[in-house]
């Protein structure tokens, strides 16, 4: 019995130090967030992406895509001010855990994520879809800064709270698994992200 409370109370104390970070990471994610509009423009982009390509009228889905420019143009400008912002932030509040124990960053760097590192990643990546180097028709264009954009607030989910958290919430929300997004972004983002998150 007396072994059982122990377990119970080391397993409270551990849950404990987890919410307390993941409440801190939150509130300093929160905090860098509040300046811009990267959310509402997301919100924007994705409801019209989606309507787009649900359009079976070409000249409609055109026109509908087309008229998204200055939220492209907004959210890359938008989410490369936060980049840079946050890459002024010192370690270790902008380490995500790869495993959510308390402590760890302390314990390994290499057991968290650094997110200064990764939204620098999610930032050219956007920028990128957005200028559209690559010649992609509109709707090919259109589903790569959904996946582009799908990652990064999965990669701001898991700052927070937890890798599974955060692909839970893309499955809730985008009918997206974590998989497929990371299918949807360009090679250039693919690669810049593996190399992130297993470093």
Same mark, same amino acid.
């Given at each position: 019995? $007396? ?22 990471r939150?509130?300093?994610?929160? $905090? ?20 787009a390509l ?14 998204? $420019?200055?939220?492209?143009?907004q ?10 912002a946050f ?14 124990l ?7 760097p ?10 620098e990643?999610?930032a ?7 200028d ?6 509109l709707?090919e264009?259109?589903f790569?800064?959904?996946g582009?954009?799908?990652l990064?607030?999965h ?10 958290i ?6 809730a ?5 974590? $998989?497929?997004?990371l ?8 690669q810049?992200?593996?190399?992130v998150?297993e470093?």
């Open positions: 019995m $007396e072994l059982f409370s122990l377990f119970l109370l080391l397993g409270l104390g551990v849950h404990w130090l987890n919410a307390r970070g993941q409440r801190q939150t509130a300093l994610l929160a $905090e860098q967030l509040r300046p811009y509009q990267i959310e509402k423009h997301m919100e924007q982009l994705t409801s019209a992406y989606m309507r649900g359009e079976s009228d070409l000249a409609r889905q055109t026109q509908i895509l087309q008229l998204q $420019e200055q939220a492209e143009q959210l890359a400008a938008d989410f490369q001010n936060l980049a840079q890459a002024k932030l010192p370690a270790p509040a902008t380490r995500a855990f790869k495993i959510a308390p402590f760890v960053d302390q314990l390994s290499k057991a968290t994520i650094d997110m200064r590192r990764m939204l990643t999610h050219k990546g956007i920028a990128q879809a957005v559209n180097a690559q010649g992609l028709t709707k264009r259109a790569r800064l959904m582009e954009m799908f990064m607030q990669s701001c989910h898991w700052f927070c709270k937890s890798k599974t955060a692909s839970a919430r893309m499955v929300r985008h009918q997206t698994r974590y $998989e497929q997004a299918q949807a972004v360009s090679p250039e983002t693919r810049a992200y593996l190399a998150i470093a």
